[in-house]
T-cell receptor
Framework: EAQVTQNPRYLITVTGKKLTVTCSQN?????MSWYRQDPGLGLRQIYYSMNVEVTDKGDVPEGYKVSRKEKRNFPLILESPSPNQTSLYFC?????????????FGPGTRLLVL | AQTVTQSQPEMSVQEAETVTLSCTYD???????LFWYKQPPSRQMILVIRQEAYKQQNATENRFSVNFQKAAKSFSLKISDSQLGDTAMYFCAFMNLRAGRRALTFGSGTRLQVQP
């Protein structure tokens, strides 16, 4: 089944404790992206990747890192989480970055930073 | 920069009735796509329908159709024969084709409740 998976789905952590949210897709998609969803704000893009080893900042990249060493994986790293990073996070992918193919979303990761 | 506005935070409709969700956007770009995504209680984001800005014909997907008014920068979603499974949060989204990063700009969402 074609899908985007994220792990963990739920995470409670404390301020300053490094964490990684994994994202993996099995559709051989070139383009992958991370969004965060906050009440009343919709989804906002954090980082995106056009292909392996090609990443760039989205609208709200502060406090986040990403890497794209393999085509299928695009982890989101929070080096020192803070309470304002409490949010619902979505990973998305699409076939290429040059077209407008549908972006497929993962199931979401709900993060609470205490 | 683009902005997407959904002015209806919540809406309710009776099963089998028709409902229209509003969306307006602001952009200086001429080449873009518009989308409606559905987010049910499971929180999964599901594409409902998309519209290419260069196409005058409104997109249709089964019970879902849009009214795209490019000059007015309006992109409403009509759901016909509403079903209980349509209960969800609906997001309007914009994609600027000139920007390489293909980011979706989302509105704040409209919560739709379908009543039995």
């Amino acid at each position: 089944e074609a899908q985007v998976t994220q792990n963990p789905r739920y995470l409670i952590t404390v301020t300053g404790k490094k964490l990684t949210v994994t994202c993996s897709q099995n559709m051989n998609h070139e383009y992958m992206s991370w969004y965060r969803q906050d009440p009343g704000l919709g989804l906002r893009q954090i980082y995106y990747s056009m292909n392996v080893e090609v990443t760039d900042k989205g609208d709200v990249p502060e406090g986040y890192k990403v890497s794209r060493k393999e085509k299928r994986n695009f982890p989101l790293i929070l080096e020192s989480p803070s309470p304002n990073q409490t949010s619902l996070y979505f990973c998305a992918s699409s076939l290429t970055w040059s077209g407008v193919e549908t972006q497929y979303f993962g199931p979401g990761t709900r993060l609470l930073v205490l | 920069a683009q902005t997407v506005t959904q002015s209806q935070p919540e809406m309710s409709v009776q099963e089998a009735e028709t409902v229209t969700l509003s969306c307006t956007y602001d952009t200086s770009e001429s080449n873009y796509y518009l989308f409606w995504y559905k987010q049910p209680p499971s929180r999964q984001m599901i594409l409902v329908i998309r519209q290419e800005a260069y196409k005058q014909q409104n997109a249709t997907e089964n019970r879902f159709s849009v009214n795209f008014q490019k000059a007015a920068k309006s992109f409403s979603l009509k759901i016909s024969d509403s079903q209980l499974g349509d209960t969800a949060m609906y997001f309007c989204a914009f994609m600027n084709l000139r920007a390489g990063r293909r980011a979706l700009t989302f509105g704040s969402g409209t919560r739709l409740q379908v009543q039995p």
